[in-house]
């Protein structure tokens, strides 16, 4: 079974509004996250790496005020996606590793497919 | 260029066996990882070696580590249609998250 999950797993908004998407890690602390964002028929871009308890660190080139992160607690990362506009239309994916940062099996979410209209 | 680099695509046939290849940049890279992405889904962790092993082999599937070439490989024997997907080769560094290549999209016929 999934030892990450992602909610929702599809969402449309509307430009201009805000859309969050969760990241929990089930039966496991996640100290570390990753979120992802894959366009179609394209790889994986690291966008930032989320820390429990402390800000996340942005990739470069991925606005920080954009994209908000939080990391509350030991299973659970947030993406938030503000004022989006239809270029923010993504399949966005966040993975966690048990054992850490240095754990060595990494898992994925099974993705959020985001629509701005 | 890319830091991790893969064949886009791969034609077999039904009951023969898949080589996806993958070449990485980075000779620090801690452990090397074959992902499986089916359409519209997220991605499946297939399997992962340690940089200091050469083999590595997990039912069908059988990982190649050529790190003087910093050239690794996935095997799948018998390969299925079930197994057509995208294949992702990513690399860890230390501390990091994955890289990953572009994705070799796996075509079964059968």
């Known amino acids: 079974g999934a030892v990450v999950s992602q909610h929702p797993s599809w969402v449309i908004c509307k430009s201009g509004t805000s859309v969050k998407i969760e990241c929990r890690s089930l039966?496991?602390?996640?100290?570390?996250m990753f979120w992802y964002r894959q366009f179609p028929k394209q790889s994986l871009m690291l966008m930032a790496t989320?820390?429990?308890?402390?800000?996340?660190?942005?990739e470069q080139g991925v606005e920080k005020d954009k994209f908000l992160i939080n990391h509350a607690s030991l299973t659970l990362s947030t993406l938030t996606v503000t004022s989006a506009h239809p270029e923010d239309s993504s399949f966005y994916i966040c993975?966690?590793?048990?054992?850490?940062?240095?754990?060595?099996?990494?898992?994925f979410g099974e993705g959020s497919w985001l629509t701005v209209v | 260029g890319e830091d991790v680099e893969q064949s886009l695509f791969l034609s077999v046939r039904e009951g023969d066996s898949s080589v996806i290849n993958c070449t990485y940049t980075?000779?620090?890279?801690?452990?090397l990882y074959w992902y499986k992405q089916e359409p519209g889904a997220g991605l499946q962790l297939l399997t992962y070696?340690?940089?200091?092993?050469d083999m590595k082999q997990d039912q069908r599937l059988t990982v190649l580590l050529n790190k003087k070439d910093k050239h690794l490989s996935l095997r799948i024997a018998d390969t299925q249609t079930g197994d057509s997907a995208i294949y992702f080769c990513?690399?860890?560094?230390?501390?990091?998250?994955?890289?990953f290549g572009k994705g070799t999209t796996l075509s079964v016929s059968s």
């Open positions: 993975s966690a590793s048990i054992g850490g940062s240095t754990g060595n099996t990494i898992y």
């Open positions: 039966d496991f602390q996640a100290t570390t």
């Open positions: 989320s820390n429990e308890g402390s800000k996340a660190t942005y």
């Open positions: 980075d000779s620090s890279s801690t452990y």
């Open positions: 070696i340690f940089s200091n092993m």
């Open positions: 990513a690399e860890r560094r230390a501390g990091t998250a994955l890289i």
